[in-house]
């Protein structure tokens, strides 16, 4: 019986030593800034954060490794205040001119006004499906959590762990899905007053400068990509990979409920229903089910 327990012990070290998800995901050992390190900081022991947008420039950080499916998550307090003409952006994203890319976008707002939650995908290189929300809370008050959750049968964007969208792998039936690109983690904040805030007719006031997004506990229990060899490996039914078991294959009752409320209470634009914007033609994954 010892020599059994000694046994199973050996085999979950083991597994916890090379399970995928296994990611230790502080800022300062995961992730690097790209852009206005002069005057953004890691601070405490490594897992708290802030950029910083001044008028010398903005701020961003990526993860130093890509990775294909699982859950990726920040708690994030935006920037108070008069934010307007500002966006802080947290994304995952391949490279390249035919990159695939998950978004949460915050659009900033003059004071006293709601944030937007912008959210977008992009497969091989194509967007244009944002969808909008207004928060139900105030994001600047507290640190909230933002997840983006991918698996090989859909895509699914949290706030709080509240569902807020979700999009499905249709690929069998000719519309791209973000599932052959290692994607890299990233958040910045700038400047985007050409566009952010009332289309571009408020810009940001730089006499309430620097404008500062706080973020901690960075997680990203997600697949290590490793090359097109990664795209069987994170996409195979195994235990390891928590995110392609049927529980993860869609919504429950009481999330799909949840996803319901967000989207009849608080969505302020649908890009399956601009059929301005696309002279008619809908995209086609707008007629498939999404729950």
Known sequence: MSSLRTLLAALFIFAVAFDPSAVNAKFSNSMYFYWGAHHSAILGNGDDLQLVLDQTSGSGIKSKRPFLFGSIQMLIKLVPGNSAGTVTAYYVSSSGDRHDEIDFEFLGNASGQPYTIHTNIYTQGNGSREQQFRPWFDPTADFHNYTIHWNPTEVMWYVDSVPIRVFRNYENEGIA?????????????????????????????????????????????????????????????????????PTYSKLSNAKFGQLTWVRDNYMIYDYCKDTKRFNGKTPPECFKPQF
């Open 177 to 245: 899905y973000p599932n052959k690109q290692g994607m890299r983690v990233y958040s910045s904040l700038w400047n985007a007053d050409i566009w952010a805030t009332q289309g571009g007719r408020v810009k940001i006031d730089w006499k309430v400068a620097p404008f500062i997004a706080r973020y901690r506990s960075f997680r990203a229990r997600a697949c290590k990509w490793n090359g097109p060899v990664s795209i069987s490996q994170c996409a195979s039914n195994t235990a390891a990979n928590w995110w392609t078991s």
